[in-house]
Antibody
Framework: EVQLVQSGAEVKKPGESLKISCKAS????????IGWVRQMPGKGLEWMGT????????RYSPSFQGQVTISVDKSISTAYLQWSSLKASDTATYYC????????????WGQGTLVTVSS | SYELTQPPSVSVSPGQTARITCSGD??????AYWYQQKPGQAPMVVIK???ERPSGISERFSGSSSGTTATLTISGVQAEDEADYYC???????????FGGGTKLTVL
């Protein structure tokens, strides 16, 4: 069974750094794309970027390029999303999701990580 | 930047057919995917590659695409279908993925 288990909710102050995680199991981690999706409170889904773990080929949405960093640790089948300096506007739920191939959707999703940034 | 446009809301009575559209200039070149999201839950794919229904998804869900518009059709709508629905596709070079703004389906 494919599972994507995300790290727990975070409460941070503006300017702080943060790295959240997404641990995958039940499939070959290296050869499936992992994406991150933002959902601000009461709003829609926004694709942030996607990484191919085998070679760390990473694509960012123009809206998020330079604002976040997506990475993986293949040895522990885990993907990461990190910020160097959080803003209040980063308050949202963040989902990781798996994409098997270039013509496939996000077939499997994590449970989401709520990040709250407040002074 | 590339955008996919959906109606903000669709309302239907139980048993009727709901149609949710998604418009985008690159839809003739790239597949549309559809996700259902219920409150407090992660999204779930209900249609892939324009019209394929994943295993476990009710036959009441179907998809089609013609020109610059993809359509999700839900036949015989039930109360349990009330949710937000999002389309997703790719930009011209298949470099960036984009979600539509989402459509709230209300079952009257």
């Amino acid at each position: 069974e494919v599972q994507l288990v995300q790290s727990g909710a975070e409460v941070k102050k503006p300017g702080e750094s943060l790295k959240i995680s997404c641990k995958a199991s039940g499939y070959w981690f290296s050869t499936n794309w992992i994406g991150w999706v933002r959902q601000m409170p009461g709003k829609g889904l926004e694709w942030m970027g996607t990484i191919y773990p085998d070679d760390s080929d990473t694509r960012y949405s123009p809206s998020f390029q330079g604002q976040v960093t997506i990475s993986v640790d293949k040895s522990i089948s885990t993907a990461y999303l990190q910020w160097s300096s959080l803003k209040a506007s980063d308050t949202a739920t963040y989902y990781c999701a798996r994409r098997i191939g270039p013509a496939d959707p996000f077939d499997d999703w994590g449970q989401g990580t709520l990040v709250t940034v407040s002074s | 930047s590339y955008e996919l446009t959906q109606p903000p809301s669709v309302s239907v009575s139980p048993g009727q057919t709901a149609r949710i559209t998604c418009s985008g200039d690159e839809l003739p070149r790239h597949y549309a995917y559809w996700y259902q999201q219920k409150p407090g839950q992660a999204p779930m794919v209900v249609i892939k590659k324009d019209s394929e229904r994943p295993s476990g998804i009710s036959e009441r869900f179907s998809g089609s695409s013609s020109g610059t518009t993809a359509t999700l059709t839900i036949s015989g709508v039930q109360a349990e279908d009330e949710a937000d629905y999002y389309c997703q596709s790719a930009d011209r070079l298949d470099t960036y993925w984009v979600f539509g703004g989402g459509t709230k389906l209300t079952v009257l």
